[in-house]
């Protein structure tokens, strides 16, 4: 079965085939990235134009590179939520008119569930496992007990992981996305230079919050400034990316030990980090557990993903009406559309 995949939740506009949920035949990315950057983090209003004047070329493109017509593709699957509203909708609507007009079934697809299926396009893995789910806008632990059958263990109470990075990056004077910075600059600075607080959630183990990191590190910097005194960019990028990542892992590795997982799985945008993947290695290596991790080609966002788990939504019955809308935000393990 050939999937035609279509996302456009934030700033990527991405098509692309995949067969049978795992095999890639095209993936095409176009991405407003580069204007974002002139205002610290995305607008939403730039994103949804580029998303309008790019995507009948993005997925004509993506059919041309699987060898493929219309006719060849079984179904369209599309991101319809959460994201962008503004973005979504170039997407949802752009498939829903390539649906009727071709008469090829339409399945809508959680953003977060595509994440995960990034997965499948490198490795055999199947559910169940536990999956940690870090993007720019959400910080998830997922039991993921199969294809199509989710169930949220733990979640952020304020800001992403990623979101924190990128507002810390920021204030630190660094190039936005500030995640991919804080990443690049990290191995010049001194990880320990800085401690911060170790935030927990009461009564909610699974559960993060990263707001009051971000603050920390941003009154760090603040202070700094107001004294007139230099602190070492790299030592503070280094330090709060050693605690974001410290966080992430203690967290995910409690959830695992008490349900009993000993399969893990990392996704999302923010599963490109370098720390992220080393200390999630060193973590599964000492349990004697398994980790799956995207390629990087995949941990941010794209509509290989979207295609891989619209396969599998196809597979289980799910298809979407043609008055289908997009929601900016709605739970993964309770679908709406
Ligand atoms: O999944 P994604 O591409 O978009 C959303 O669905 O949000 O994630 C984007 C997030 C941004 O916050 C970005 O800073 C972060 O992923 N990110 C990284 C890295 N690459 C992307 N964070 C840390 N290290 C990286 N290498
Ligand atoms: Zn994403």
């Known amino acids: 079965m050939k999937i035609l995949g ?17 095999r890639v035949l095209s993936n095409v990315i176009a991405t407003s990235l580069e204007e974002h ?3 610290g983090g995305v607008v939403p209003e730039i994103a949804s134009r580029r998303h309008a004047e790019s995507i009948s070329g993005v997925v004509e493109e993506a059919l041309r590179q699987a060898g493929c ?17 503004g973005s979504l909708l170039v997407g949802v609507n752009f498939a829903k008119g390539l649906s009727v007009a071709t008469d090829i079934p339409l399945v809508p ?22 999956c940690l789910v870090v993007s720019g806008g959400h910080s ?42 804080i990443d690049k600059l990290s191995p010049s600075g001194d990880e320990n230079a800085f401690t911060f607080p170790k935030p927990k959630v009461h009564d909610a183990p699974y559960d993060y919050s990263f ?25 503070l990028a280094a330090s709060f990316q050693k605690s974001v990542v410290d966080c992430l892992i203690s967290n995910f590795e409690s959830a695992a030990e008490n349900f009993g997982y000993n399969k893990l799985v990392i996704a999302g945008g923010v599963s490109a980090n370098s720390k992220l993947r080393s200390q999630a290695e060193k973590m599964c290596k000492s349990h004697g557990w398994s980790l799956c991790l995207p390629e ?42």
């Open 37 to 39: 950057k002139l205002y």
């Open 296 to 337: 990087l080609k995949y941990c941010g966002d794209n509509a290989a993903m979207i295609a891989s788990q619209g396969y599998y939504e196809y597979k289980s019955g799910v298809r979407a009406q043609e008055n289908l809308n997009a929601y900016a935000t709605m739970p993964l393990d309770d679908l709406q559309y």
């Open 211 to 235: 707001s009051g990191l971000k603050t920390a590190v941003i009154n760090i910097i603040h202070n700094s400034n107001q004294k007139g005194e230099s602190i070492c960019i790299a030592d």
């Open 69 to 85: 017509t219309a006719s060849d593709i079984d179904a369209i699957a599309v991101t319809y939520a959460p994201g962008l509203i």
């Open 109 to 130: 697809v959680h953003h977060l569930r595509g994440h995960i299926a990034s997965n499948y396009l490198s490795s055999d893995i199947e559910p169940p496992f536990l």
């Open 140 to 181: 998830h632990i997922v039991a993921v007990k199969s294809y199509t059958d989710f169930e949220v263990i733990g979640k952020t109470r304020d800001d992403a992981a990623g979101e924190a990075l990128d507002k810390a990056g920021r204030t630190m004077g660094l190039e936005y996305p500030g995640g991919v910075s």
């Open 6 to 22: 279509i996302e456009s939740s934030c700033d990527e506009t991405a098509a692309s085939v995949v067969e049978d949920g795992r």
